[in-house]
């Protein structure tokens, strides 16, 4: 079995990112979530103000998946840490390490800036997931519950005085 390469991900990716966002989405059972485009991929990977960033992971030349990572704070390590936004594999390709090669190469990124946290949600039901993340050594934050303000909340609480 060929050995998934990781690498950065080029502006010309952003065709395939897009399909892996919605590949994503499906298996979440989100699809109807979506409101990315090409266009507005390209621009906030790969723009001048860009502050995410995309790594693809190929076998033999043929992209099977992707993360997608930004750099956080915390407060109390007085450090920057990394948040996975998301990490796909594309069905056919799983279990052929790309999701593994994928996160150990975003650990040496952490650990290389001298991060103290990297970390990510998943969602409840998705139990091959979290098997997968523990078997690396992730750990479950069971004290903690995020909270998001969006659309239109996001909007009247962006207008309160």
């Known amino acids: 079995m ?65 993360a997608i990572y ?22 056919e390709h799983r279990g052929k390490g790309a999701g593994k090669a994928l996160l150990v190469h975003i650990a040496k990124i952490a650990t290389g800036k001298n991060c103290g946290r990297f970390e990510w949600s998943v969602l409840d039901w998705n139990t091959p997931s979290i098997e997968f993340y523990k078997s690396l050594g992730a750990r479950e934050m069971s004290d903690w519950r995020i909270y998001r303000v969006d659309g239109n909340a996001l909007q009247v609480l962006a207008e309160k005085e």
């Open 70 to 91: 930004f750099f956080n704070y915390s407060t109390w390590l007085g450090r920057y840490g990394i948040y996975l936004e998301d990490l796909y594999v594309s069905v």
């Open 2 to 66: 060929t050995k998934p390469l990781i690498r950065e991900a080029i502006p010309a990716d952003t065709p395939q990112i897009l399909r892996f966002i919605n590949e994503l989405a499906v298996y979440e059972k989100l699809a109807h979530e979506v409101e990315t485009n090409a266009d507005m991929i390209q621009d906030s990977l790969f723009g001048s103000d860009a502050k995410a960033y995309c790594l693809i992971a190929e076998i033999e030349g043929e992209a099977v998946g992707f």
